[in-house]
């Protein structure tokens, strides 16, 4: 034996895990893992149709058949549920496995319809590669194939191919372990067993998406990609979702400069490959038909026109110029910039201050947290913590309606993990089911919930918080509640042991808007502002009143986003100018004077910033329509217009002054995050230049009130982009009332009939749903659906029936 054999002997003998032996090679793995990963990461590919990295096994295909040794010869077993163990003999290419993968594909083959010229999956089909790499080449099967009524809808989204199903169950399995619903199973037995949804049951989860993505044929397909594209004529760019704060991995595929469909890419650090059906299907925005593609400018009756760029520019920037030199800076405002990139808010930032000259900046619509305690919360989590946190504490939104992804991430942690979930809210979520605790309140009582959990007098609550690290998903409830008990609560779980904390936020790129500047307290790069502007209510009160005379939005719409839609349409009507720069027209650009058409995401380049501080690169992979331009290119025109050269050329540049004068971000350049870190890099907690919020929790005016509003969103509502995607648009669930059947009964309302609400900003009449999980007198409104305004903030809210 050579000294060098010895020394790689003992060099394996010093590593971790288990020794095996695969197709003749030696190879180290983790001790348990399964067999068909540890070839696979070692360079040996099983096919397989059942398995999936992100699912249980169960190994129902037996695709993945191989041998093993075993004291009484060799057996054959599947490599997807057998785990590897010290010294264990593998063969993945002997005679007899080849044959029982002929076997295995032969069998499923012989009901398949030869479809694949017409079926969606042509051209990327697993079913197709396997046939090809490990089929018989020929069959024996020469009778009738089995035939089913085709395609049969399982959801809105979703069809189904039942003559395609090779019965691996990845979908019902996907149904059942990830999101929760397990609303698809197999009925019948033998040669009629089928793929099927309950009776009554459509696969209504908003994660149908998922399942069109891992069927290994197809067998379930998308309605909005069916018969659109073929693989090889999809243009592929990888890009980070900005439907939500998480920053889901996406590859973003298009074909006749149109964006035809979104696949989810596995990234550990964010959605492990899942993806919401707002993510998935929530692109066709882009393709619409009402997309703006020229400037307009208003006329004297009220209507508008189309105008050149130069004209438009030259409208706005001498009625900016103008209300600025009558008025000072004070006088102008900014509302917007969480919908887009980085490089387009640190843009609109830096034309607000150094052209505009004013610090009346907000990107949030008067529905989130405060500024700092976003930009600046101590003991930031990362979305990984949930892995391996003992507790896992839920005081917020729905996790489930608004921030998909992190659901997801949380129901894992608790069903698959161990963590022990508490939930406070004051009615059912989407984590009530794995709930070790579930806490519900009436609306405006959560200081005195939290006032009892801090002082120790919830037995059940301090049991669980002995079972580890503790992680805090913290945001407002719904739009009544008020901000500051979000604020109590956080410095609540940051006074425990061992605890980390994320502070929600909707909007995409809130958390980039906020280092780049957008808010009024808050200059670029997380510092605070020594005069803090006014925010988004202040600049409505403000236009209002007289007091703020001009506004520029960008990607904004208060009247239908903002709590008091009354004030945000009060305000506009009232401005002297309003310039807007935005993809389509709505009801607040109704109030422009001027509006500029803006590119989409994936028809630009840049950055985002997702919810834990994660920097990743958004890609451009179609381009805009008509003349639309991206945001940061307006702004340099106007800006130079009024005589101030801003210098950039292109988004890279302005990411390369970020760079420069954001600290934070000083190792997520451009290049950086396109070659080298693909996953993106998490920038810095906030230094010792942020001044911490000081949470002092107020009592809200519900005491003695009959009723109290809570109003919150859904994962489908009347937002822009949402309205204009038909294929999500038609699943919003429409305004309706909902109460608890003892209030339902004292006001002689029943399912379907009408309740009237009047609040401090008018009265609403809407039909009734009666939800169980309410506290009495808790009436429930979701936030901005079709055909309501915004009920306002005040949660005292009167309710009557009305008679038939």
Known sequence: MTDTTRASEEEVEDQEGVLVTIDGHEVRAPEGELLIKTAEDNGTYIPRFCYHPRLKEVGMCRQCLVEIETPRGKMMVTACTNAVSDGMVVDTKSEAVHKAQEAILEYLLINHPLDC???????????????????????????EKRHFEKPIPVSDLVLLDRERCILCARCSRFAEEVPGDPLLTFKDRGYTTQISTFPNEPFSSYFSGNTVQICPVGALTATPYRFRARPWDLTKVESTCVHCTAGDRISVEASQNQVLRFIGVDVDATNRGWLSDKCRFGFEYLNSEDRLTNPLIRQEDGSFREASWGEATAVVAERLGAIKDAHGGDALAVLGGAHGTNEDAFALSVFAREVLGT??????????????????????????????????VVWGPDLKEEHPTLYLRVRHAAQELGAKLVVIHPRATGLDDRADLKLTYRPGSGGDLLTQLRGGDHERFDELLGDGPVVGFVGRTGITESPDMAEAVIAWILEMDDSRVLPLARRGNTFGALDMGLAPDLDPGRVTAAEPGRDTASVLRGLASGDVRGLVMVGADPVRDVPDGALAASGLSGADFVVAIDMFQHDSTAHADVIFPALGFSEKEGTVTNIEGRVQKVNWVAPGAGQSRSD???????????????GWTSAQEINDAIVKRVPAYSEASWDTLEWEEPDGVVVPAPTADVDHYRPQLKTQPTVGAEFVLHSARK???????????????RLTPGAAVHLHPDDARRLGARTGSAVRLVTKRGEVELPVQIDLSLHRGVVYVPFNQPGVAPL?????????????
Request: proline share 5%.
């Open 792 to 804: 306002g903030e005040d949660p005292v809210v009167r309710a009557s029936a009305i008679s038939e």
């Open 359 to 392: 610090k009346n900046i907000d990107s949030r619509m008067d529905d989130a947290l405060g500024s700092r305690l976003l930009a600046g919360v101590e003991r930031r989590a990362r979305i990984s913590d949930v892995d391996t946190a003992g507790v896992i």
């Open 715 to 729: 994962l489908y509502d009347d937002g822009v982009m949402m309205r204009k995607g038909p294929s999500l648009a």
């Open 632 to 646: 940061w290119s307006i702004l340099t025109d106007i800006a130079s217009a009024m005589g101030v050269d801003l």
């Open 117 to 143: 010229p017409v079926c969606d999956r042509g051209g990327e089909c697993p079913l197709q590669d396997m046939t090809m790499s490990y089929g018989p080449g020929e069959t024996r099967f020469v009778e």
